[in-house]
């Protein structure tokens, strides 16, 4: 049984807040700080260039992304770290495309993060493809036999709704697609099965509910059968065969060594893997039933509070992350209202309240805390203060 | 008159070593543990997900971007960071190259980096363009006008040579083509003046001479003629006009804001943002002339100490960056022997013993120490033991 106690412990929230952003930025586990000021006081200070070897800098990537690959249902040696998940996004759609160059069509849904969507539109301007975007719900109709790739985010960052892996993946390949999904909202979130559900390409950032700090490295996993002959067009150093060779052509390492590119961001991956630490010891089922355990609580308790608000994720918890949202016309004001009581959640245009539940840090206390606000802020008008109606850059 | 006294103090180098190797990794600057340690602590822990506007990371990239500018020639809000060296290199060339669609061909030359002409072959065989490289003696007379992108780093990692910037940039213009100029071992080495060369887009890594720490993040810079046109081929949600709108649609920012791809790395950028401080009050002339004198010195003491090297470098050290290589039969195991003595410079394939000089820490003394050790271990042959002979995988 996984000691949730123990992995709260892990983290030092400022008192006073109820976090329930951790699916924006997940908060800082204490051991960051202090394994950050040692990589840099004893290893880069001391070692200097030595460090990529003797501090094992280098093999980082690969050894971080092992550590991602239980959480994810993957195996050691399939997951490696590096740059942003746009780019993890870009590396992972071209490789799945390169390998249907017969085929045109990309394929994804509104609902996926538009970063995805940007990046996917940028990479078929440019290599002759179509990037084709269809509703939530109309994915699995307009699976056809002219698709080269199904690029879907398994988990929808404004209604949580959780797109099923498995069967989409089948679908897919019964058309002769290869699919690449991005776990932004999955990983440490939910029970993802890569393998499980035969999926292709998969891809994700660390800093929501793995916590690895603002813009930590993404990670990119490449399903064992395609990850000898996946060519991303991003060829970086990194991903030579013998980067040190300094050969003028590039020669693919075997494997997912290939999905590195440049030279990996040696502070930021320490922070990350001071961050996996919390993860040794949790079971993703128990995380699981954790994260249903709160989201339950919170919609019933909400319902039962605030009559004004629509629930906007699917009620069905199988069919959700570990998110809740609710819309309400005056969305913005009101969670600026109820970040100005320590209740932090956030805002998604047009008008979706959005609250993460992380099982590694919230409790039911979380849950009563936030429905309670909500509703105090709602009855009391709280909101409808012209200081809470300014436009937000970033919430 | 800048004090390389006290940008000296600003590094607490370990004792016993003589570092010639910050042309691969700089240094820790002092401040920057505490930086790191002080965002980490009061921002990522206290202000969670608000850090993104209270502490200014958002902002971070285009300020960052900024202090860079002033060392390589280019203007306030011309520069964005980001990703790393590899990326920037393939949103420079991408870019140049879609402003440039009818025609194919991308010029390089043999002393360029390999990353970066593994990233520019990758981006030619998925946009239909051509990569042609030719030896670095070359490069002039192949400016042809079937050019599109002219993609030079202007100083050769190996041999520490020069390309000329302004005359190349010249030559290019003439035949309709753009440049692209990797400063990897430019920025923080010699004096660039990306304006004033009327070069086109340019790019280069952190963590040499810049001592932003291992993997640290890279620059691009988009001369303001073109940096409301170009498009790169990664449109990620960070470079779009309003990223918080989350249109499906992507609209890029106006200018140089439009190269940002996906969440910035703030933990990385922090220890970046501490080493630029270093940079405060230093002259780059001061700089290119402290630099000279350091190579100029450490050629003339090892010429006359050690007839068995030969100069791979320019001797002319205006045709020179802030770098010195000598060529042996058994570089590796010299360099092995070297190290072992507390002098740090690196080893290059397949017999390059490279030295790098950084003005802000280097000094006289090092250039004595560096010269007189390489005599003692080649006069008593104390390289030719085993233990130096293995391969390295890193150095």
Known sequence: MTDFNRTRQAFDLPSGITYLDGNSLGPMPTSAAERVS?????????MLITGWNKAGWYAQPRKVGDRIARLIGAGSGQVVMGDTLSIKVFQAVSAARAMRPDRRVILSDSGNFPSDLYVAHGLAAAVDAE?????PEDVEAAISDDLAVLMITEVDYRTGRRHDMKALTRKAHEVGALTVWDLAHSAGAVDVALLDCDADFAVGCTYKYLNGGPGAPAFIWVHPQHAD?????????MGHHAPFDFDLDYQPAAGIERMRVGTPPVIAMTALDAALDVWEGVSIDDLRARSIELTEAFIARVEARCPDLVLHSPRDPLQRGSQVGFRHPQAYAVMQA???????????APDVLRFGFAPLYNDLGDVERAADGLARILANQSWDRDDYRQRADVT
């Open 38 to 46: 040692r990589m840099m006081s004893e290893e880069w200070s001391r």
């Open 229 to 237: 002959k996946a060519r991303p067009i991003l060829q970086g150093w």
């Open 131 to 135: 990037l084709r975007v269809v509703a």
């Open 338 to 348: 109820l970040i100005a009581e320590g209740i932090i959640g956030d805002f998604r």
